[in-house]
């Protein structure tokens, strides 16, 4: 009996060990089920047409969308609108003062829609030139992650470019790094924009390896250097940024296979497309979905 229970025992480590030795990513070709669209691309077409705008994205392929802002709608017609076309929204976009000034009332409304994440985008530029800004943002975000947990909601912050500039304000310290180190990972993921992280000079990987499962959410959009320059797009980008200006997903140069190779490290669980110049708003999202819907690596 003892040498059966030897044998089963050795037997099971030995499985566990052969299962532990396998790559965790992927042990299938990657594909992406369900293609999500950052809203602010068809902003303009929702504000003359919010319900319309909203079944055309449906339409065209996409399964989840994230928004960034309501128009004015209530969060009961929101969901309604959703449901109608079969989509899901699970996370969401509200600026700094909402998530300072309006946490409660944020996360009732989260909950009516269904939202799963509330994400912060922006942090003012007065506020990044001090440590004391810095500071007190990461404080906000670690007592937001904590009030949106326990209302079963997870709190992330969303970058651009000039998060990858070195700051004088934090010793020369990437405010990104000075991000993820002073905020509780539990409390407080990262949404990371896969363009303006390239366009800061930064690879994404890097971050994938030094803080592996911090990285649930993430914007999809391209990046060419050919044809004419783009421009700051708003204060996004910073001093040292990489030349070019924003296009379709898969008409750019960032290698998306490489990326999502490594997205069970990242632990990213919903990709949104996005461009914040779209020339034609519809036309640009379907070749964006096109190309993701079809991508395996």
């Not at 990987?205 to 700051?232: A, C, E, I």
């Not at 990326?259 to 919903?270: E, L, N, R, V």
Request: proline share 5%; charged share 25%; net charge negative.
């Amino acid at each position: 009996m003892r040498d059966m229970n030897r044998r089963t025992f050795i037997g099971t480590s030995i499985a566990a060990a052969v299962a532990a030795s396998r790559p965790v990513w992927p042990a299938e070709a990657f594909h992406i089920d369900r293609v999500g669209l950052q809203l602010y691309t068809v902003r303009d077409l929702m504000k003359k047409d919010f319900e319309g705008t909203i079944a055309k994205v449906a339409q065209i392929g996409y399964k989840e969308v994230e928004f960034a802002g309501y128009f004015g709608r209530s969060p009961q017609d929101v969901r309604a609108i959703l449901e109608k076309d079969g989509l899901t929204s699970p996370s969401t976009h509200v600026d700094y003062d909402i998530v300072e000034k309006k946490w409660p009332e944020t996360l009732d409304t989260a909950h009516t829609i269904g939202h799963a994440f509330v994400v912060c985008p922006w942090i003012d530029a007065k506020q990044r030139k001090t440590p004391d800004g810095w500071k007190r943002a990461t404080e906000l975000f670690n007592r937001a992650g904590e009030a949106a947990q326990k209302a079963g909601i997870q709190f992330a912050y969303h970058n651009h470019a000039f998060e990858f500039e070195p700051s004088e304000a934090l010793g020369g310290k990437f405010p990104y790094d000075f991000l993820l180190e002073n905020t509780d990972p539990k409390l407080v993921k990262m949404e990371m924009d896969l363009c303006w992280i390239t366009v800061g000079g930064q690879d994404p990987l890097k971050y994938f390896d030094r803080y592996p499962g911090r990285f649930p959410l993430v914007h999809v959009k391209d990046w060419t250097s050919k044809g004419p320059g783009g421009n700051d797009y708003g204060g996004a980008t910073g001093a040292s940024r990489k030349p070019g200006h924003m296009t379709d997903v898969g008409q750019g140069e960032i290698d998306w296979k490489r990326i999502f190779a490594q997205s069970g490290k990242a632990g990213i669980q919903h990709y949104f497309v996005e461009n914040d110049e779209p020339k034609s708003a519809f036309e640009d999202i379907k070749i964006s979905y096109d190309y993701l819907a079809k991508l395996t690596v």
